[in-house]
């Protein structure tokens, strides 16, 4: 029972910003790595961008010196603060977590339902 709720998404015009907030809950043991990732209309789910329990981050060219990837572990909540937002940013995005729910048990993946970014020229 790990549930992942996003929030932050919407319309914005091309060259501003939004940030994506994922929250973690539920029978969460430990918490690994968490990322974002995104979907536009017609296309496969592409990684945008990941960060590590350590704080180590990758980034997906297209975003690097405009996204910024963090966490918060107290409040296993992850963030994805979006700066000069263009129009091929416009996709559906989505949170995943990787956690165990207790000693016994492995890493399992879980994913957010996914908010919608639209960036209007």
């Known amino acids: 029972q790990v549930q992942l709720v996003e929030s932050g998404g919407g319309l914005v015009q091309a060259w501003g910003s939004l940030r994506l907030s994922c929250a973690a809950s539920?029978?969460?043991?430990?918490?690994?790595?968490m990322g974002w990732y995104r979907q536009a209309p017609g296309k496969q789910r592409e990684l945008v961008a990941d960060i590590t329990s350590g704080g180590s981050t990758n980034y997906i060219d297209s975003v690097k010196g405009r996204f910024t990837i963090s966490r918060d572990n107290a409040k296993n909540t992850v963030y994805l603060q979006m700066n000069s937002l263009k129009p091929e940013d416009t996709a559906v995005y989505y949170c995943k977590a990787i956690a165990s729910r207790s000693k016994l048990s492995g890493w399992k993946e879980y994913w957010g339902q996914g908010t919608q970014v639209t960036v209007s020229s």
């Open positions: 539920g029978n969460i043991f430990s918490m690994n790595a």
